[in-house]
């Protein structure tokens, strides 16, 4: 699997709201994953957890992870990519939730009396399929 | 997260062709996820890989996986399952891949020169999300 950074057009699909699940490891070595929302900003990939989920947890613990973001019109394509967390931080006033919900619903995000925090993917390699597998 | 069996809300929608992605461990560690079409038969998950894939060596390595499955027409309606891999066999005769396949797209698998792999995951927890949250 190649390395960063990414080639311009895997970044701009990747800048796409598409479908995409991110995957962590459970501390007793369960892979666990979710259907989430993401951004890629600045060649990092972040998503935004409420304060309450477990996920959260299993992060900290093995700072890891695995998103898979498919185009929502055209299954076969999509882009994997395999990193580590390079920070986490509380999304104090939601401007991280408020910029994804945007970017996925044109709107801030709805739920507005729970603490969240964001995690910071640096990406380690990447992988792509359908119309993108022979860019390099 | 409940355990199985599956309520039959939940199984009828997993009965679906819904878009999915599977996560399993890389023996160093590291969470990897790949979209994938699946099939949900008696009780359990079915994947059906190329049998060059690196995943096979992961699952063997480590028979644990997990499965996100998104309804592609409502993406906050979702069902995750925890499993382990409970039988792994040759696709001698191309018959999983086939019925996955024409569950998907109507028609059998397209690549027939390839050996292939069928991997029936276990359910050990599940969790469901958007419309399907309330079902128990």
Same mark, same amino acid.
């Given at each position: 699997?190649?390395?960063?950074?990414?080639?311009?057009?895997?970044?701009?699909?990747?800048?796409?709201?598409?479908?995409?699940?991110?995957?962590?490891?459970?501390?007793?070595?369960?892979?666990?994953?979710?259907?989430?929302?993401?951004?890629?900003?600045?060649?990092? &990939?972040?998503?935004?957890?409420?304060?309450?989920?477990?996920?959260?947890?299993?992060? $900290?613990?093995? =700072? +890891?992870? !695995?998103?898979?973001?498919?185009?929502?019109?055209?299954?076969?394509?999509?882009?994997?990519?395999?990193?580590?967390?390079?920070?986490?931080?509380?999304?104090?006033?939601?401007?991280? &939730?408020?910029?994804?919900?945007?970017?996925?619903?044109?709107?801030?995000?709805?739920? $507005?009396?729970? =603490? +969240?925090? !964001?995690?910071?993917?640096?990406?380690?390699?990447?992988?792509?399929?359908?119309?993108?597998?022979?860019?390099?």
């Amino acid at each position: 699997m190649p390395e960063p950074p990414l080639p311009a057009a895997i970044a701009d699909e990747l800048a796409q709201p598409w479908q995409a699940t991110i995957s962590t490891v459970h501390p007793d070595g369960q892979p666990v994953s979710v259907p989430t929302w993401y951004l890629h900003e600045d060649g990092r &990939i972040l998503v935004n957890m409420d304060a309450g989920r477990k996920r959260l947890g299993h992060l $900290r613990a093995t =700072p +890891r992870g !695995s998103l898979s973001a498919i185009d929502p019109d055209d299954w076969f394509t999509h882009i994997s990519i395999l990193g580590h967390v390079g920070e986490m931080v509380e999304d104090t006033d939601l401007r991280d &939730i408020d910029r994804v919900a945007r970017h996925y619903t044109g709107k801030p995000y709805a739920v $507005r009396d729970r =603490p +969240r925090v !964001s995690a910071w993917v640096d990406i380690d390699r990447w992988h792509a399929w359908g119309r993108l597998t022979d860019v390099r």
